[in-house]
C-alpha cells in the first residue's frame, strides 16, 4: 500500500499537493489543510500555554478571531502591534514570546511588514516566525527567503484561484518544526479531501499566467483609482504613493490582485458595493473573477470597532479583488458604480 493505509494520516493527491506548494515556496516539507484557518489553528497548536505571541494588527479577522477568543482561552496571550513597524514588533517580545505572526501584504489595509527585520527580531528572540503569504503568493514573495520559519495560506484563495474550494497549507524547511506539524495535522484531522488537493493542484499550474494578469490589472485599476474625484486614498503597494513602496520592490516580484479604497462617505460606499456589475459582492478573493467586499462589516466585522478605527479600517473601506478579466471592462464597471446616477 506505499503507507497509504489510512487517508487522514496520509493520501498520495494531498501528499503531490504538499510537494507542490513546497515547491513553489523553496521549502523542504509542506502541510495541507481543510482550510487556512485549520492551518492556522495547526500552528497555534505549537505552542503552551503561558507562551506569548506577537502579531500584526491588521490581520484577517477570522485570525483574529481564532487568536482572541479560542487560544487567548488556553493561556496563550498576544500583542497586537503594527505589523509594519519593526520597532513596534521588538518593542512588544516579552522573554515568553514564543511566536511572532505577519500577513504581508495584509488583508485589507495592504500594509507590508519588513520580513528580514522582522525574521531578524523573531530569531533573536528565539521564536517562530510565520508568514502569511496569501496575498502574495509565492509567485511574486518568497518569506522563507527572509527569515521566515514557516509560510501559511489560504489555499482558497490564489493558489487554487477558482473559487471552488476550501483549503490551507504551511510549509517550512525547518526539519524540527516539520516533524512537529506533521504530528499535529494527523493527530487533530483537520485535512483535506484528496478531490479539493486535486483541484488546489490544477490551480497551481495557471499561478503564473494569473497572478501576471491580477498584477497588470490590479496595477491599471489603482492608478485609475488614484485619479477619482470620488475616491478619497488608494491602498496597492505598486503605487509609488504607497508609504512602502520601496520596500514591497525589495521583498516582492510583483504587487499582486489586491487593492483597497477609502471613499470617505459610509452611506456612498454601501450604494458603490451594490452597484457594481463584473465585481461581484463576495467575501472572499483570488479567483480568477472581480469580487468587491465591506470589510468593516464583512471579513474584519469580528475585529473590535476601536482596533479597526486605529488600523484606519474604516465604515467607507471597500476591498477589491481584481480578476483577470478584460482590464477596460473593470475600469468602466469602476467608473459606472461610482457616478451620480
Known sequence: NKGYEYARTRNPTREALERNVAALEGALHGFAFGSGLAAL??????????DHVV?????YGGSH???THIWSRMGITFTFVDGGDARAVAAAVTPTTKLVYAETPTNPMMRLCDLAA??????KAKALFVVDNTFATPFFQQPLQFGADIVLHSTTKYLNGHSDMVGGMLVTSRDDVAERLG???NSSGAVPGPFDCWLALRGTKTLALRMRQHDANARRIAEWLEKHPRVQRVYYPGLRSHPQHELATRQMKGFGGMISIELGDTAFTRRFVGRTKIFALAESLGGVESLIGHPASMTHASVPAEMRRR????????RLSVGIEDVEDLVADLDQALGDD
Open 55 to 59: 502579531s500584526g494588527e491588521n490581520v
Open 65 to 67: 478571531r481564532q487568536m
Open 183 to 185: 504530528f499535529i495535522q
Open 41 to 50: 489553528d495547526a500552528v497555534m497548536k505549537l505552542l503552551s500555554a503561558g
Open 118 to 123: 522582522t525574521g531578524e527580531i523573531a530569531r
Open 311 to 318: 488600523m484606519g479600517l474604516t465604515d467607507s473601506l471597500v
